[in-house]
């Protein structure tokens, strides 16, 4: 017997990418960019000349921008590994809804050529950058104090030294100087 859950047709992904597009006035080249494909690619997806994406990561980007999740879509077959969030992510994404901004909102702050990025760490595959001027920007979209944002940077810097090979226990009394001497920079420019 089909219950009323069997009965929900979904709706064709092209035609969710085009409601959406239509409902943000997202300009397709904009979009195109966020999710790092050609414009005449989004064309074809929305306009199905070609079969919709089932490349996780186009559909991960894609539902990035979205707000939604890429299981929305029945192109999207959900990886055996588990997508894992860090905790600086998390921080972000609280931030971006505390301050009421949209993915597309908040993606527009950004200069387009860092789009693509913002948008692979919102999904969780790409860290913070190391650039401490780019976590800045980011800090600064968000009305993020920078010695807030600093203890995300100086985590996500002890996870590369240590995945490197640096042993921060034998190596404690140097990493506290780095440290102290990166947080004293961050207070005297802020």
């Not at 239509?22 to 070609?50: P, R, W």
């Not at 001027?133 to 968000?142: K, M």
């Not at 995300?152 to 090979?165: A, C, D, P, T």
């Amino acid at each position: 017997m089909a219950t009323k859950k069997d009965t929900i047709i979904k709706m064709k992904s092209s035609e969710m990418l085009y409601n959406f597009l239509e409902s943000t006035n997202l300009h397709k080249k904009d979009f195109a960019q966020m999710i790092g494909v050609t414009l005449s690619y989004v064309y074809n997806l929305i306009d199905e000349t070609i079969p919709f994406s089932t490349r996780s990561t186009t559909l991960e980007r894609i539902a990035t921008v979205m707000d939604i999740a890429p299981e929305e879509f029945v192109e999207y077959k959900i990886p055996q590994d588990p997508i894992v969030i860090d905790e600086t992510t998390e921080f972000i994404r609280q931030k971006q809804k505390e301050k009421n901004l949209t993915t597309v909102q908040f993606l527009k702050s950004f200069p387009r050529k860092q789009r693509l990025e913002i948008v692979d760490i919102l999904r969780g595959a790409r860290p913070i950058p190391l650039d401490w001027e780019e976590v800045c920007v980011i800090a600064q979209v968000l009305d993020i104090k920078e010695e807030e944002m600093y203890e995300h940077w100086e985590m996500r810097l002890k996870q590369l030294l240590q995945n490197s090979g640096f042993n921060m226990e034998s190596n404690s009394e140097l990493a506290k100087a780095m440290f102290n001497c990166a947080r004293d920079y961050v207070h005297k420019n802020k």
